[in-house]
C-alpha cells in the first residue's frame, strides 16, 4: 500500500495493569470494554480505528488535518466522555466494593502525532498501520510527563499547523514543551497539557 500522510492518536488507559492485576476479572472485564467503547462513541471527528490493543485504541486519519482546536476539543471530550462512563460504572456496580477504587486507578492519557509516510495495509479484516512513525506514536506513551492524565502532541503533528493557529494556553491548561530520548530512533520534542481536573 502506498505510504500516506497520517494523523495517529491513541487514547490510553493509565493504571491497566494494576487495575487487571488487583480487581476482580468478572469486574474488569466489564469494566474496561465499557471505556473503550465509550471513547470510540465520542469520536467526533471520524477517525478510524486501526486497533484496540488491550489497554488503547489506535485512531488514525488520512487527508486534511482537524484544525488544532477541533483535535483538541476531540481529546477533552474523549477525556470526560471517559469520565462520564467511569461514574455509570460506579452506579452499575455498586454493589461490588471493588468499584470505589476505579476512578483512583484509572486515568486516559491521549497521545497525538503525526507520519508523512504510514502504510495502512489490510490484514484479513484488520488494517495493520506500519511506519517508523507508528512505532514512535507508541514509544511517545512512555515519557517524562511528570502527570497521569494529559494530551501529549509531537513536535511532527504541531510543526503541520501555523504557530499563529496554535493555542498554547486554555482556560484549563498550558502547553508544557518537553522532548525524550528513544533507543533507534533518537530525540523526539513534544507538547503536553494536563487534563486532571476536567473531569468536574
Known sequence: MKATPTLLCIPD???FTKFMSDT???LSSKVIPALLNKVIYANKLELKVSEIEGDAILFYKTGGLPTFTELVYQCRLFYTE???QLKILQKQYKKNKEVDNIPDMLGLKIVLHYG????AVPIGKKIKLMGEDVIIAHRLLKNEIPLEEYILISE???SEYNIDNIERNFEWGELRELEAEYKHIGEIN???IGLKHLED
Open 82 to 84: 471517559f469520565y462520564v
Open 190 to 192: 513534544y507538547s503536553y
Open 156 to 158: 511532527a503533528l504541531l
Open 13 to 15: 488507559i493509565s493504571g
Open 24 to 26: 476482580d476479572i468478572e
Open 116 to 119: 508523512k509516510e504510514i502504510s
